[in-house]
């Protein structure tokens, strides 16, 4: 068991950086990095205050199976959203993953439709171009990219995907924090 790792992927789920955590328990931020890199062991009494201020039993803590996470999501797990009067096929690829930090889909484009336009957020996209031509406008920027190609950004503008061809198009999206 990596104690540190779990330690550091906590505080990751909290949204706290080392220096808050250490705020939180009365520790340094040198100390709480020695402690997610396994350099230095904490007393009970320090480790027990990390994971109240974390949020997490001490059961929860070395339950070795609520750490961990599933991998394999057969293909009858997906859904499929077919909006065909807006243009577009979503295919949510993995279930429920609006809970997890990423959110993986493949979107088909119909020639000529756009997927609905997003507000600026704190989620990083992926894009890769599976079939077709894809567009991107993002802010008062333009860009395209042809299969094979991919799209990465942070999503501090609003954007939206489109197909301007005349023939349709796939694209699979995998973005970060509740987007899609």
Not at 15 to 39: P, W
Not at 97 to 115: A, D, F, H, Q, W
Not at 116 to 145: H, M, Q, R, W
Request: aromatic share 12%; net charge negative.
């Amino acid at each position: 068991m990596n104690i540190g790792e779990k330690l550091k992927n906590l505080r990751y789920q909290k949204n706290l950086t080392q220096e808050e955590l250490g705020e939180r328990t009365d520790l340094s931020k040198g100390y709480i990095s020695q402690l997610e890199r396994n350099l230095s062991s904490p007393s009970m009494e320090t480790f027990l205050n990390i994971l109240d201020v974390l949020g997490v039993e001490p059961s929860e803590f070395f339950n070795e199976k609520l750490y961990q996470a599933r991998i394999h999501y057969p293909i009858e797990e997906q859904t499929l959203y077919d909006e065909y009067d807006e243009g577009y096929i979503i295919n949510w690829l993995v279930p429920d993953s609006n809970e997890l930090e990423m959110e993986p889909v493949v979107i088909t484009l119909r020639k000529g439709c756009k997927y609905k336009s997003f507000a600026p957020s704190s989620s990083e996209t992926f894009a890769y171009v599976k079939k077709g031509s894809i567009t991107l406008n993002i802010g008062k920027d333009t860009y395209t990219a042809k299969e094979g190609e991919c799209f990465y950004f942070k999503a501090n503008e609003s954007h939206q995907f489109s197909n301007q061809t005349n023939q349709d198009a796939e694209v699979l999206i995998v973005a970060t924090e509740s987007y899609l």
